[in-house]
């Protein structure tokens, strides 16, 4: 058969989707089934005086409402943070309670007071309308650079200040000198700002209990259903962790929004027992605009310094993080070791130093958004890059292929060692770039460029240079750096008497073609057809413990340990091969889905060797019988993906209009399984980054009110917004996965974001323009043109 790896087959699953037979957690409904809807706090930041639930509960149809009051005699204490960062003087990182339902006091707009449940949902909607709550208003702080000031108002009053943690990486002095020393330094003051990510399926959450078994099942639309489990039972609901059933369906998107352990999943499983029903939960539109982990939001001051060849000689950045109102799970590591980290970048920047510091406000936990942390490094680097070489007379191209570090295969040669603490795997960071600008014939385009400007258009060219981490690195690493977690992942594969094959994966899918591009791995392996492959995720009692989907893990991780467990099929096979034909082992070679004698053609099939291992009347002795192997993979390090993105812009400077022209991309993301997903993949991400830019924003006002939390208001990128992108990719494999695979998920988002403000930026510049903060919408250029006008 032909081999499948390399194949753009197209997507098993999507029959499903498309004909609308998709199952999600809102599509499940259960025998008595309950509804379950959120009394959420109107106020960014008041004390809870009084809940009265008299009227609510007085409905016919309501069959309980419960209070934070509730929550607190039960004596649960909220969901817990999963990443720990201390202070740089060693104090331990400020961890407030994240209460299922507060019972004192709110300090975001959204918080959950109440929980009606009803015998449907518009009866749950209609009383909680009748829910009356007490507030006492207080002052709130949004603004995390305000939020440290003295006379700030407190989010928590058990973190000073309202500091979670002061986070530093680098050599500070060894920087410091580097800079005194610098003959040009670039500064840049940069807010990469909130987003919000708006997954096309809300999320959903179904509790259920079974008295007569004492065990207790939920549905929940999640990225990592294993963690959940491990999460709720262990820390929020203590419940032995043998008696949760955990089952995450087809999700509807998710770009790290579903990674965390929400506190309606715990809510509404410990409601399944109280009222000895199931209890669902779906968040309307309003609510996850309110309520699901919002993205980015730090204030940077970054400086680079140069000496008079133009050599990066040093970086400094400074950066206060918004972690909004609570910790969530996995927030305290997104502005640290998946930033910090990222800021070596592409260059051989011999002195960096980052200094970050995690602040609560009175605004929507922030968590990991797509990229998590490594769009922001590359933000300020990649602006940095451009602005430095407009300081400096140069052409952009030319500084950054000066700085760049040298190619390496981390084979004959090592892993490149950054200053912050990383050691890349493997990379020719030249290539990608110099094919980018040979795909959008740079000579010519500069020359239109220049006539364009001649004739009052401006038309400008940006660019971005990233590199990112993947498949998040060894357990005992990231344990060391605060993860309470190992970041390995699972995988069974399980051969049946008849040759067909069942996979179960920890890693989840919610968009990335998981049950295609692990069928091809596997079929192309094991020499079968991908119609002979099944792929089971989302499921905690089919599948061994695992730790989901984030990161662009799934492949170079989950796909490692489906490889483990191939070897092992592979090498019992071999065995019963042996036997069979009458061999050596040795002897014996395994290609194209069948065992042979080497140097004969006496043969055994992949199907043979199945019923042999099921039926096993003629089989090696002392031999187990079966052909099912389970695996664990805990990665060597992380992966390294990286690329070039080139965005052409043109800017109506009447109205500070931008529009997208091109986009050309030339991405590095080791072996590629399928290039229709991994295109489809670039596609999205650059999507994304492009609505970051231009039109994106979460708004807040002084008092804490989210002022445009809908899609009335919220402007993502429309299908005419964007051009067609044009794509390519090169090739240098992981040294140290078994696929060489590295992570595409997020590379589109990463490097696209810089590329289109650069663009706008070089489109402007000859009007005075020196910098923009996003997003670029029209008011906001407008603005900044006529303020450099004005300055001239």
């Known amino acids: 058969m032909s081999k499948l790896i390399g194949k753009s087959v197209k997507r098993v699953e999507d029959k499903r989707f498309i004909t609308g037979k998709g199952r999600y957690t809102d599509d499940i409904v259960l025998p008595e089934m309950t509804y379950a809807y959120i009394v959420r706090s ?35 204490n909220g969901v817990p943070c999963g ?9 331990t990182m400020k961890e407030p309670p994240h209460p299922l339902l507060v019972a004192d006091k709110v300090r975001y707009m959204g918080d959950a007071v109440a929980v009606v449940i009803a015998e449907s949902y518009v009866i749950a909607k209609d009383a909680a309308e009748l829910v009356e709550v007490d507030y006492d208003v207080l002052e709130a702080v949004v603004d995390a650079s305000l939020a440290v000031k003295e006379n700030a108002p407190q989010v928590h009053e058990e973190a000073p200040k309202n500091m979670a943690f002061d986070w530093g990486l680098g050599d500070k002095d060894k920087t410091d000198k580097a800079m005194a020393q610098a003959q040009h330094i670039t500064t840049l003051n940069i807010i990469n700002q909130r987003v919000i990510p708006n997954a096309i399926e809300p999320r959903s959450a179904i509790g259920q209990y079974e008295e007569a078994y004492d065990k207790y099942t939920l549905y929940t639309s999640s990225q990592n259903p294993h963690l959940i489990r491990l999460l709720m039972s262990a820390f929020v609901l203590g419940i032995p962790e043998h008696k949760v059933h955990v089952i995450s369906p087809d999700v509807g998107g998710g770009f790290g929004s579903k990674i965390f352990h929400y506190t309606e999943e715990a809510l509404v499983t410990w409601c399944a027992k109280q009222v000895k029903r199931p209890v669902k939960w779906t968040a309307e539109r309003s609510e996850s605009f309110l309520t699901d982990g919002q993205g980015r939001d730090h204030i940077t001051k970054a400086e680079m310094g140069f000496d008079k060849e133009g050599n990066v000689v040093g970086l400094r950045v400074y950066t206060y993080a918004n972690l909004g109102a609570y910790l969530s799970t996995f927030a305290p590591c997104v502005p640290t070791y998946l930033h910090g980290t990222l800021l070596q970048g592409l260059y051989t920047t011999p002195a960096i130093y980052v200094d970050v510091t995690g602040v609560f406000t009175n605004t929507t936990p922030v968590d990991a958004y797509r990229g998590a942390g490594r769009p922001e490094a590359t933000y300020l680097l990649e602006r940095l890059m451009d602005t430095a070489a407009r300081e400096l007379n140069m052409d952009p191209t030319e500084l950054r292929l000066k700085n760049f570090i040298p190619p390496f295969d981390g084979l004959q040669q090592p892993g490149y060692q950054t200053q912050v603490a990383l050691q890349y795997d493997s990379g020719n960071y030249h290539a990608v770039l110099e094919r980018a600008l040979e795909m959008i014939d740079y000579p010519s385009l500069r020359k239109e460029q220049q006539h364009a400007l001649s004739q009052g258009r401006y038309v400008g060219i940006g660019f971005s240079t990233y590199i990112e981490a993947c498949g998040i690195a060894p357990s005992a690493v990231v344990g060391a750096l605060g993860a309470r977690a190992g970041l390995y992942e699972s995988a069974q594969v399980r051969v049946q008497p008849t040759g067909k094959v069942s996979v179960y994966v920890g890693s989840h899918s919610h968009g990335q073609g998981h049950e295609t591009t692990f069928a091809q791995v596997v079929a192309d392996k094991l020499g079968i057809n991908l119609e002979d492959v099944e792929i089971v995720h989302g499921d905690s009692e089919a599948v061994a413990f695992g730790m989901g989907t984030y990161g662009s893990r799934s492949l170079a991780v989950g796909g490692s340990a489906i490889m483990k467990s191939i070897d092992k099929i592979i090498e019992k096979g071999s065995k019963i091969a042996a036997h069979k034909l009458e061999a050596s082992e040795e ?21 043979d060797m199945a019923l042999t291992a099921y039926v096993p009347h003629d089989y090696p002795a002392g031999l187990e019988p079966g052909m099912d192997f389970s695996s664990f993979y805990d990665p060597a390090n992380f992966t390294y993906p990286y690329g070039a993105h080139i965005a052409v812009v043109e800017v109506d400077t009447d109205t500070g209009q931008v529009q997208l022209k091109r986009f050309i991309a030339c991405d590095d993301v080791g072996n590629v399984i399928n290039p229709m997903i991994v295109d489809g993949q670039i596609h999205g991400g650059i999507a994304q980054g492009v609505g970051q830019a231009l039109f994106e924003v979460a708004s807040y006002d002084e008092n804490g009110q989210l002022t445009n939390g809908s899609y009335m208001d919220y402007t993502m990128p429309r299908a005419d917004d964007l051009p067609s992108f044009e794509v390519d990719r090169k090739v240098t494999p992981c040294p140290h996965n078994p696929l060489g695979v590295k992570g595409a998920g997020e590379a589109g988002t990463i490097g696209s974001t810089p590329a289109v403000v650069n663009a706008v930026v070089d489109a402007l510049s000859s009007l005075g323009v020196k910098d923009l903060q996003m997003p670029l919408t029209p008011e906001n250029v407008w603005t900044a043109i006529q303020q450099a006008q004005s300055e001239h």
């Open 42 to 76: 109107p106020y960014a930041h008041a004390r809870i005086k009084k809940v009265n639930t008299k009227e609510a509960e007085a409905i016919n149809g309501v069959v309980t409402v419960f209070t934070g009051k509730d929550i607190q005699a039960a004596g649960i």
């Open 83 to 91: 990443w720990q960062v201390d202070f740089k003087n060693g104090d």
């Open 587 to 607: 002897d014996i070679a395994f290609e194209d889905g069948k065992w042979t004698v080497k140097g004969t053609d006496k043969s055994l099939s992949f199907a």
